[in-house]
């Protein structure tokens, strides 16, 4: 499973390939970006991820396989200890556990060196592959946004997920 892929950090470099992923019919109704979004804007958003950001990549002889991250969830300090998690693996390496290792390097960062509390996410409804994911590495369900997005010509709901790390629990939390 995911053999011979390699996980780095992203770099200004990647923008063709991610804008290419991004582009694909299976990826692009799970994201919040516009269509046909240019390597010049993934290029500055890359740009743009700050020290307490982590985003990768996933390659396999050179070639990029999907991104995944854990973004700050708000701008405030007072929620320094969330992250957004975010994931997009490509059409023709779906299936073959880049995700789940995504999963694994994310969540390993999170607990070890980021001293992150919470991961939280958003799934449409209906995107049950990813649903799946997230359940397999702690993540439960929160909530329901009805008509959270615009979809491929209707609104559709998000499932809001989390994940509490463990290790850094505390007590009263459960």
Request: aromatic share 8%; no cysteine.
């Amino acid at each position: 499973m995911a053999d011979g892929v390699l996980i780095r950090a992203a770099v200004p470099a990647d923008a063709e390939g991610l804008a290419r992923i991004a582009a694909e019919e299976s990826v692009f109704g799970n994201l919040l970006r516009l269509p046909h979004s240019t390597a010049a804007q993934w290029r500055s958003w890359v740009e743009s991820v700050s020290m307490d950001e982590l985003l990768l990549v996933a390659e396999r002889d050179g070639e990029l396989l999907g991104f995944a991250g854990l973004m700050a969830a708000a701008k405030s300090p007072r929620r320094r200890h969330a992250r957004t998690l975010l994931i997009a693996v490509a059409q023709p390496a779906q299936g073959q556990g880049i995700g789940s290792l995504f999963m694994q390097t994310l969540i390993d960062a999170a607990d070890r060196w980021l001293a992150v509390l919470r991961i939280e996410l958003g799934v449409f409804a209906k995107n049950a592959p990813a649903y799946r994911l997230y359940q397999k590495f702690g993540f439960v369900e929160e909530g329901v946004q009805r008509g959270f997005a615009f979809r491929d010509g209707s609104y559709q709901d998000v499932i809001l997920m989390a994940r509490l790390s463990p290790g850094l629990l505390p007590q009263q939390i459960t």
